[in-house]
Nanobody
Framework: QVQLVESGGGLVQAGGSLSLSCVASGNTFSADTMGWYRQVPGKERELVAVISSGGSTNYADSVKGRFTISRDNAKNTVYLQMNSLKPEDTAVYYC???????????WGHGTQVTVSS
């Protein structure tokens, strides 16, 4: 099993920046993918950004050019730097861990990001 602990998030004004981090512990693998998803009430959880252990990244179109995902493999930690935040970025942000060995991904408990206009 894998445990995910998220930190960061909070309240910021539009145009501001926030950073999130997520540490994975437990039975992690060298070949895996970590990332961030977000969800607002009444809507499905959506991809924000993911990054493989090899450094390949994928971003949602809505955050390209504003958010940057990175990771430290030695620390099993993934980061999300969020710049030029917009009110529509307000959501609960969830960390995800996935690996071929596991059939389903693991999720963190989520951290609230609120962007005021």
């Amino acid at each position: 099993q894998v445990q995910l602990v998220e930190s960061g998030g909070g309240l910021v004004q539009a145009g501001g920046s926030l950073s999130l981090s997520c540490v994975a512990s437990g039975n992690t693998f060298s070949a895996d993918t970590m990332g961030w998803y977000r969800q607002v009430p009444g809507k499905e959880r959506e991809l924000v950004a993911v990054i493989s252990s090899g450094g390949s990244t994928n971003y949602a179109d809505s955050v390209k050019g504003r958010f940057t995902i990175s990771r430290d493999n030695a620390k099993n930690t993934v980061y999300l730097q969020m710049n030029s935040l917009k009110p529509e970025d307000t959501a609960v942000y969830y960390c995800q861990y996935s690996a071929p060995y596991y059939g389903l991904p693991y999720w963190g408990h989520g951290t609230q990001v609120t962007v005021s206009s």
